[in-house]
T-cell receptor
């Protein structure tokens, strides 16, 4: 069974204090790993898809990296508007188009 | 990108009744999905909505409880039938635009009394 575990569950940062979120996964063949941002009361907002170990993608202050067992979402010099829940999800080769989500990391950036 | 809208955005319903949620996508997506997100938890796939044929349900979800329609490439409905308080949740529509991008609607917040 495909499993996705995100850590930490919650993260409190001062503005400008860089940090990383972890997404560990166990799948029988990874087709893609997706990162989303979710604000309270809203649907997830697509950020990145990563496919193979060593791949990196960036968007503003966010950079996602991928290894064979985990992905990291690095937040560089965060601002209060980066406060959100960050979700990762995996698409396994044997699971068709199904995304299996982790529990998310709630990030709070204080000014 | 794709913009996905859902109606209603929220509803409060009595147990035993049914609610139909509508999902409209502004692009012809290849796949459409329905997810559930219970309070404080992550997303769980209910089913894949197939155009012109029966939806494909995940384990634990059945057609009699969650009938789904997808009459064309940009529209789908999810009905939550014979509701109980345990059905209180956020229901999210999702569309796959290309192999590597999947977008979500804003969600429908359902409360069952």
């Amino acid at each position: 069974e495909d499993q996705v575990t995100q850590s930490p569950e919650a993260l409190r940062l001062q503005e400008g204090e860089s940090s990383s979120l972890n997404c560990s996964y166990t799948v029988s063949g990874l087709r893609g790993l997706f990162w989303y941002r979710q604000d309270p009361g809203k649907g997830p907002e697509f950020l990145f898809t990563l496919y193979s170990a060593g791949e990196e993608k960036e968007k503003e202050r966010l950079k996602a990296t991928l290894t064979k067992k985990e992905s990291f979402l690095h937040i560089t010099a965060p601002k209060p508007e980066d406060s959100a829940t960050y979700l990762c999800a995996v698409q396994a080769e044997a699971a068709g188009n199904k995304l299996t989500f982790g529990g998310g990391t709630r990030v709070l950036v204080k000014p | 990108s794709a913009v996905i809208s859902q109606k209603p955005s929220r509803d409060i319903c009595q147990r035993g009744t049914s609610l139909t949620i509508q999902c409209q996508v502004d692009s012809q997506v290849t796949m459409m999905f329905w997810y559930r997100q219970q309070p404080g938890q992550s997303l769980t796939l209910i089913a894949t909505a197939n155009q012109g044929s029966e939806a494909t349900y995940e384990s634990g979800f059945v057609i009699d409880k969650f009938p789904i329609s997808r009459p064309n490439l940009t529209f789908s409905t999810l009905t939550v039938s014979n509701m109980s308080p345990e059905d209180s949740s956020i229901y999210l529509c999702s569309g796959r635009l290309a192999a590597d991008t999947q977008y979500f609607g804003p969600g429908t917040r359902l409360t069952v009394l």
